[in-house]
């Protein structure tokens, strides 16, 4: 085809061209593998040498002008287009908003992050310690040699022979963190961490469950110290009326050792069903730590002393958030955490 009626074919198309999907067919027609004005190209090798030029001058002009042409009916189909979008789509500011689901903090994680603030407001670090952990932290170095009884009560999970084991209680950590002193450093921790036994699940008992751990090693350290410390934290817990009280108990990590209750914060011990009537709650294990472990662990039971405390953070978070199914810490119902986030901000 010629130059001048292709020419013409593209005046004649641009005025007749209606919308978008026609106007990519034109593309085609005229710039596609076959199309005129390519076709054009395959031309010149037919033509005269002083013609080429001349030639090649001209199909340019031609794909100009349909590449402006193109360019330009684009441009006003595309916001034709978005001119009906916008007229027709208005927003109905009357519909219900769509639910965004959020998630909220786990509740026994607050509680935690609750009580590590409170020790660490009292100079205490936060420490960790493995999960998997060997036998001679978990047991030995606490005073609980291979056949002793205390261990049986432990339910241990063990993972390769007698040695390695799934911590049964956050104690070990005491055990890591004195090593780490090197029988000179003072010893400020706690250690919030997971623990396991082989227990079977139900509203009160879990296979794996959360205690913080306590240590601190110093001078001249007593139960009165212990004693103080426990009744501020209990306090800044769950209110400055409720009350301490240490019961004779046996750890053989510990001695003497206590039981560590508090007044009912409930019905301030009158008895209510939370505390079974008995005015008292039970919220802690605690005592002075035991010469042997200091010994053990490379601090001189003759010039050190110090006091020990294991928290369990369900019974502790139960006990705050009014909980009765231990469970519900461990299942993934976001229901149950906003819940509990509601009434905290309430
Ligand atoms: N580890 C103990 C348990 O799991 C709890 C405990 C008691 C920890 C007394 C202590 C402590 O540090 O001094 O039953």
Same mark, same amino acid.
């Given at each position: 085809?010629?130059?001048e009626?292709?020419?013409?074919l593209?005046?004649e ?8 999907k ?5 593309k085609?027609?005229y ?8 076709e054009?190209?395959q031309?010149i ?5 002083e013609e080429?030029r001349? @030639? ?6 031609l794909?100009?002008?349909f590449?402006?042409f193109?360019?330009?009916k684009?441009? &006003?189909?595309e916001?034709?287009l ?5 007229s027709?789509?208005?927003?109905d500011?009357s519909l219900?908003?769509v &639910?965004?689901?959020?998630?909220a ?6 509680l935690?992050? &609750?009580?590590?603030e409170?020790?660490?407001? *009292?100079?205490?670090d936060?420490v960790?310690?493995?999960e998997?952990?060997?036998d ?16 049986d /009560?432990?339910?241990t999970f ?7 084991l ?7 950590v005491?055990?890591?963190t ?6 000179v450093t003072?010893?400020? *921790?706690i250690?919030?961490?997971k623990?396991y036994?082989r ?9 794996q469950?959360m205690q ?6 110093d001078k ?11 009744d501020?934290?209990?306090k800044?817990l769950f ?7 240490f019961r004779?108990?046996?750890?053989q @990590?510990?001695?003497?050792?206590? &039981?560590?209750?508090?007044s009912c914060?409930n019905?301030?011990g ?13 919220? /802690?294990?605690?005592g002075i730590?035991?010469?042997?472990v200091l010994? *053990?662990s490379?601090?001189?039971p003759e010039?050190?002393?110090?006091f020990?405390?294991?928290?369990g953070?369900?019974?502790l978070? *139960? ?13 993934t119902?976001l229901?149950?955490?906003r819940?509990?986030d509601?009434?905290e901000s309430?």
């Open positions: 085809m010629k130059i009626e292709i020419r013409k593209i005046e198309d641009k005025n007749k061209v209606a919308d978008l026609a106007l990519n067919d034109l085609v027609k710039l596609g593998k076959k199309g005129l004005i390519s054009l190209n031309e090798k037919n033509i005269p040498n080429k001349e @030639f090649g001058q001209k199909v340019n002009e794909r100009d002008l590449n402006n193109y360019l330009e684009k441009n &006003e189909f916001t034709a978005l001119n009906e979008k916008l027709t789509e208005a927003i500011i219900p908003a &639910e965004v689901v959020s998630g903090p786990n509740i026994l994680e607050k935690i992050e &609750e009580v590590e409170v020790f660490m407001s *009292m100079g205490y936060v960790d310690g493995p998997i952990e060997e001679r932290y978990n047991f030995e170095m606490l005073n609980i040699p291979k056949g002793h009884p205390a261990r /009560a432990q339910d063990y993972l390769e022979g007698e040695e390695i799934l911590r049964s209680q956050t104690s070990p005491q055990v890591r004195m090593l780490e002193g090197n029988g003072p010893i400020r *921790m250690c919030p961490g623990t036994r227990d079977d699940d139900d509203a009160t008992h879990s296979h469950f913080i751990e306590g240590l601190l090693v001249d350290i007593s139960l009165s110290d212990l004693k103080g410390t426990i501020e934290v209990v800044k209110g400055s009326d409720v009350e301490t009280r004779p108990s046996y750890y @990590f510990t001695e003497p050792s206590v &039981e560590v209750d508090i914060f019905c301030h009158n008895g209510c069903n939370i505390c079974k009537k008995t005015g008292w709650l039970t919220v /802690a294990g605690a730590v035991h010469p042997n010994r *053990m490379g601090y001189d010039k050190w002393t110090g020990a405390f294991g928290f953070a369900e019974r978070a *139960m006990l705050k958030y009014d909980i009765h199914d231990l469970r519900v810490f461990y299942n119902d229901r149950e955490s819940n509990f509601r009434k309430l």
